[in-house]
């Protein structure tokens, strides 16, 4: 079937780039050993601060998520080092697999699926490590595969009354840009990030914003890195510059996305996409559906994951709505393959989308058979007209 209009992306990330982005996107590319280089790195390097929360340095890599989470550990830990995890989701169990891979000694705290990474267990795990053997303490802060955000400022304090000395690695690739979030003041070690979700530009740049901690650690580790190494960036950073080709139009688009979350102001882009997830939330229980997430103090702002009723699968729903209405859902990933589908809400975003996000799902569910209550997405109207 052809399809006229814009097609919708509302899966989890990539997200939606606004006309802006795509535009500064465009620009030619100039010399980025030049004086205008100097100037947008400069400009990017202090936009992204406030959005990170943090007054330290920020790296930027041309890279996806997944460099960015490699680079966080290749600099902080060495081969043999115990790490502590949480199998929050795919996303945990992925940068787990990665952590065995550079040859750490994971300990994965089991989870459902269906919760975030748990304070009192941080407590326990780490007041049991008399020897402070435990060098990092790696969370996902939200778990894109579920729809559930850790809390991270818990988890913060639950480190402190331990008094462990480890590390806090936290992945923000599909929070950060969307929900409140303060590396500084939560005490993170290493906020790990991606450009194509929250942060509204395509797949390509990778960050790490790092503390004083975290950069001492990384002077002292005794392992092997290059590309990823920090030291060489912060130095370059200082004049303006990378120590090797950076994705200048990608830098382009981020100055101008920037401009984007700054002029919307950062508490206003939190509290649009906390509307818009309770008025999901609001539509999925209308219809008598299931939340994965099943904690209330943990639902996701940038993302709603829906539990499929009985039998029906959710990559059947997902093709219906696909060809019909030309719009893309999160499929469920890993162990909620077929399972679960998610709604991604995050990034450019208004009402009027996630009203017309809703209607596809709902002429979805109706079409694939699925059984649901009436009234769900009055619901969420209802709550986008009142709130
Ligand atoms: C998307 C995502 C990643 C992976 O990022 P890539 O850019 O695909 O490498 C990692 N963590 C979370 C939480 C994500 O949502």
């Known amino acids: 079937m052809s399809h006229t209009g814009r097609h919708f992306l509302q899966i989890p990330g990539p997200t939606n780039v606004p006309d802006r982005v795509l ?25 992204l601060k406030p959005v990170f929360g943090t007054s330290g340095p ?7 998520g997944t460099g960015a989470w490699e680079a966080a550990l290749v600099n902080t830990v060495a081969p043999g080092d115990k790490v502590l ?21 994971v300990d994965f705290v089991p989870g ?17 490590d008399t020897d402070h053997a435990i060098k990092a303490v790696m969370v996902v802060h939200n778990e894109t595969s579920t729809g559930v955000t850790s809390r991270i400022s818990e988890i913060r304090a639950a480190i402190d009354a331990a008094a462990h000395p480890a590390l806090l690695l936290v992945d923000t690739v599909s929070s950060l ?24 530009l395509p797949p390509g740049l990778g960050f790490n914003a790092i503390s004083e901690k975290a950069q001492a650690a990384a002077g002292k580790i005794d392992r092997a890195r290059s590309y990823w190494d920090w030291e060489p960036i912060i130095e370059a950073n200082r004049s303006g ?28 882009v939190f509290a649009r996409h906390a509307r818009h997830a309770a008025a999901a939330r609001a539509a999925v229980r209308g219809w008598g559906l299931d939340l994965q997430c099943a904690d209330e103090r943990e ?27 030309d719009m893309s859902l999160g499929n469920g990933l890993g162990r909620l393959k077929d399972a679960v589908f998610r709604i991604g809400h995050l990034g450019h975003f208004n009402d009027l989308q996630l009203a017309g996000t809703l ?25 986008l007209q009142s709130n």
Request: charged content about 25%.
């Open 85 to 105: 995890c949480f199998e929050t989701g795919h996303f945990a169990t992925l940068w787990r697999d990665m952590a065995l891979k550079l040859g750490l000694d």
């Open 359 to 383: 209607s596809g799902v709902r002429m979805g569910l109706h079409l694939a058979g699925v059984p649901i209550k009436d009234g769900g997405l009055d619901a969420a109207l209802d709550h």
């Open 112 to 128: 459902d699926w269906r919760r975030g990474a748990n304070p009192q267990t941080v407590r326990e795990r780490l007041e049991a």
């Open 241 to 268: 510059a990378f120590p090797y080709t950076p994705a200048t139009n990608l830098l382009y688009g981020l100055r101008e996305a920037l401009a984007m979350l700054h002029e919307e102001g950062l508490p206003n």
């Open 299 to 325: 639902y996701s702002s940038s993302l709603t994951a829906v539990r499929m009723p009985g039998e029906s699968g959710a990559d059947r729903l997902r093709q219906i709505i696909l060809d019909r209405f």
């Open 177 to 200: 840009g969307c929900m409140d979030y303060h590396h500084d003041a939560w005490g993170v070690d290493v906020t790990v990030c991606g450009s194509q979700k929250g942060l509204m």
């Open 23 to 47: 535009r500064a996107l465009s620009a030619p590319t100039i010399d980025h050993r030049g004086p205008e280089f100097v100037k947008l790195t400069r400009e990017v390097l202090d936009g």
């Open 58 to 64: 920020v790296i930027i890599y041309p890279s996806s």
